[in-house]
């Protein structure tokens, strides 16, 4: 027994064996790590594209009674120091940069410019702030002063808060009830870059903020000037609030999706050990972020995106396995004569093992090793999964051909026709697949009662688990229509069919390997296009709850009747809607106003998956309706009759509560709802001269999404694979009982069949085997979506917010 005899004579075999184990460790090891990188990228995406004042992490002083004073640049930087050192290591790994700050609180203006709501100019020295920033007019504020026993400071503004506030260069200010001071404009400023992040934790700085006055619609208006270093030395808060803060950036590109669990344990454990760091009990640092709701969201989005692709990627590698171990069977079929020969001769059970095992092992291992260091080319973490895999792989075929050649070997000259016995099942058999079976609907129950939050490793396996169930009731069910159309065949006087169904009757164990294969591969492959549509469609959803119709054009001011007409003369654009957006008052709350043409507006998204409020007239909060409701617009009050209520309102999901009403004549119109979806923003922009967004961009920045692009990729590659997967399953089942169909096919021919009656008798012997196996897979795989239930979280994919 020469094992290289064997492999030069079965070369073609091994061949296709190597090429088998190559591609499944190759792709069992590359699409983990394209997921892990897809998961890295999507919580950078998390946390980079949140507000920085929501995903940093800010350090405010609070004191009772007298803050400490910080009296130098290098006073805060000290202290910045000591701050970051007691950083738990899960967060210091993504901790970067960042800046301090110190501003006052409640800068009422008691003496300076009139408003009809009142002006607010805080001070605050802000660490950075002078390299983002240009001077248009007058120059940087400069060194304070004492002037009739209040100090003085000189203070830089934004421009555009200027302007609105009337606040030019050279004008004084008296500011404050409690620890009066005095301040002087000595220069204008734009922002350099104002989508710089550091600007979110200085939007005061930045621009006005304008304050609705409860019970009213006029607007107290709030900015906040910049002082020199040197203020630092007077700007203490013995006589006025203040408030120091330090602020850790966070650098998206460390951070991990492998390590983003532990981040909200670290997060509470450095709220504490700030908290300590004071050196009195009046007084405590605090930790301001809402880094932990993110990291919360985030979670909760990857169990889902993890459940799917456990579900995706658990069926290619049992279909992968069930696949080279077909190629196992026609080897070892193939090898079959040579080993018995070998066995009857007096070779022992070990070396016939041994000999009929080497050729595959001496194939398979590196093949799944080249599989393996092929997937380096592809980037990625590397994850226990991408080492086990290949391992896992190499593995079952060489024990697999071990099992294989133990049993059909176990005792010399052992022949027998296993297509011509009928085996009895044992008690031990049918007692195991009960139970995969009951598990498998247990998993199922509790899967979409539970859901995946606890992380379940038994409820992530479920879908799994349920697919082995669905294939041990296809095999057990298998011979049952078999029978039956075997006995209908026999009525009729040609001999195909019942020729051809008979043989696929007496098909021999092996043969439910490719039921084992088409069935989990269909499966599969269902169950991702089935997601895909669903991602495809909640993806258009998110779109159009954004945008509100196929595009918006906005502004701050008014759109003139002109504006509004270019815009219908832009190419593509179909029906406009215009529309008036303004808060109103109603008591002490501050809905948003939608004043528009209701039917006009549900006309031109009737073709769209928006579902405007329903009735017409006057529509209030839930909680209004039943009694006039009188609002303040404009200065004036209006009473209004309710008829309806609304909740929400497309393209404005983060409002809580809306007054919809009928678009005036002489109302100022500054939205439009346009028809069309393939519009250019930039030439709505163009014409109106304002700002313009469109679903078109919408859903490609949806789409464009790490974690949905990466997703839509897996599904797409698994696909093909399981396409390639099934096919060489159905050629291995022919090519494995190929001699013995062979044989019967030439005693057959001796007796008069036709080739033609020969091709139909192989297409009926393989046909029930295929088809049973395409329904089982087909429905199993339209069923999981609706048997998971929620457990399938699709906003991971159609990025939600």
Not at 292 to 303: D, N, P, Q
Not at 513 to 523: E, K, N
Not at 548 to 554: D, F, I, K, S, T
Request: hydrophobic share 50%.
């Amino acid at each position: 027994m020469n094992p290289l005899r064997l492999v030069r004579e079965h070369a073609g075999a091994l061949g296709v064996l190597c090429a088998l184990v190559a591609a499944a460790a190759l792709l069992v090891s590359a699409l983990p790590r394209t997921m892990e990188a897809a998961y890295d990228a999507a919580l950078a995406h998390a946390i980079g594209t949140a507000p920085a004042d929501w995903a940093d992490l800010t350090v405010e002083y609070s004191a009772q009674e007298f803050p400490a004073r910080h009296r130098t640049v290098a006073d805060f930087a000290r202290r910045d120091a000591r701050l970051r050192e007691i950083l738990p290591p899960a967060l210091g790994r993504v901790a970067g940069g960042g800046h301090q700050m110190a501003t006052t609180t409640g800068g009422l203006v008691l003496k300076g410019p009139p408003s009809p709501a009142g002006l607010y100019v805080n001070l605050a020295w802000v660490s950075g702030a002078g390299d983002r920033i240009r001077y248009v007019a007058g120059r940087p504020p400069g060194r304070p002063s004492t002037s009739g026993g209040l100090q003085h400071f000189e203070i830089a503004i934004v421009r555009s808060a200027a302007e609105e506030m009337k606040l030019p260069v050279g004008t004084q200010l008296e500011i404050g009830t409690v620890g009066k001071l005095r301040a002087t404009v000595t220069g204008l400023f734009d922002v350099v870059n104002p989508d710089d992040r550091f600007w979110d934790h200085n939007r005061s700085v930045r621009a006005v903020n304008r304050v609705p006055r409860p019970g009213d619609d006029v607007y107290e208006l709030h900015v906040t000037s910049l002082i020199s270093a040197e203020s630092l030395e007077v700007l203490d808060g013995e006589e006025r609030d203040l408030r120091y803060a330090w602020v850790i950036s966070l650098d998206p590109a460390n951070a991990t999706a492998r390590e983003a669990p532990a981040l909200p344990a670290a997060i509470a454990e450095y709220d504490r050990l700030a908290g300590v760091e004071s050196s009195d009990a009046w007084s405590r640092f605090i930790l301001v972020t809402r880094l932990s709701e993110l990291l919360a969201a985030f979670l909760g989005e990857l169990a889902g995106a993890q459940a799917v692709l456990t579900v995706v990627l658990g069926g290619l590698l049992a279909v992968a396995l069930c696949v080279v171990l077909l190629a196992v069977q026609l080897l070892v079929e193939r090898t079959e004569r040579a080993l018995a020969l070998g066995r009857a001769r007096g070779g022992s059970l070990r070396q016939v093992v041994a000999a009929g095992t080497l050729p595959v092992a001496v194939t398979a291992l590196p093949a799944a090793a080249a599989g393996y260091a092929l997937s380096y080319a592809v980037p990625g973490p590397v994850t226990p999964i991408v080492h086990a895999a290949p391992a896992l792989i190499g593995a079952v075929v060489v024990a697999g051909t071990m099992a294989l050649l133990a049993v059909r070997h176990r005792a010399p000259l052992l022949e027998r026709r296993a297509d011509l016995v009928a085996f009895r099942v044992s008690p031990v058999r049918i007692t195991v697949e009960a139970a995969v079976v009951v598990l498998a609907l247990g998993g199922v129950f509790l899967l979409r009662t539970r859901g995946l939050a606890g992380g379940d490793p038994f409820l992530v396996l479920v879908p799994f688990g349920l697919t082995v169930a669905v294939a041990v009731i296809t095999v057990r069910c298998y011979p049952f229509p078999l029978r039956l159309l075997v006995r209908l065949a026999a009525r009729r006087r040609a001999a195909v069919p019942f020729l051809g169904l008979t043989l696929a009757a007496r098909a021999r164990a092996f043969s439910v390997l490719p039921v084992l294969v088409l069935l989990p591969a269909l499966a599969v492959s269902v169950f991702s296009a089935v997601v895909s549509g669903g991602v495809a469609t909640a993806q258009r959803q998110a779109a159009y709850d954004e945008v509100g119709a196929g595009a918006r054009v906005y502004t701050t001011g008014t759109l003139s009747p002109e504006a509004i007409e270019r815009v219908r003369r832009v190419p593509g654009v179909g029906r406009v809607v215009p529309a008036q957006i303004a808060t109103v008052g109603v008591g002490e709350r501050h809905p948003m106003l939608i004043a528009v043409d209701m039917d006009a507006y549900r006309a031109i998204v009737a073709d769209t998956p928006l579902r405007p409020p329903r009735g017409g007239g006057v529509l209030v909060p839930p909680d209004l309706v039943g009694a006039d409701v009188t609002i303040t617009r404009g200065g004036r009050q209006v009473r209004l009759r309710p008829q309806g209520s609304v909740t929400s309102f497309p393209g404005f999901a983060e409002v809580r509560e809306f007054v919809v009403l009928p678009l005036e004549t002489d109302a100022q119109v500054n939205t439009l709802f346009v028809e069309g979806e393939g519009v250019p923003a930039a030439a709505l922009a163009a014409a109106a001269g304002a700002r313009a967004e469109t679903f078109g961009a919408a859903l490609r920045a949806i789409e464009e999404e790490p974690l949905t692009a990466a997703v839509q990729l897996v599904f797409l590659v698994v696909t093909a694979a399981m396409g390639g997967y099934v096919l060489a399953a159905v050629v291995l089942a022919l090519v494995v009982g190929g001699q013995e169909r062979a044989r019967a096919l030439s005693f057959l021919r001796t007796l008069g069949l036709s080739t033609g009656q020969a091709r139909r008798m192989t297409a009926l012997e393989v046909a029930p085997m295929i088809v049973l196996a395409v329904l089982a897979g087909l429905g199993l795989g339209l069923g999981l979506p609706p048997a998971l239930g929620s457990a399938i979280d699709l906003s991971a994919y159609a990025a939600i917010r």
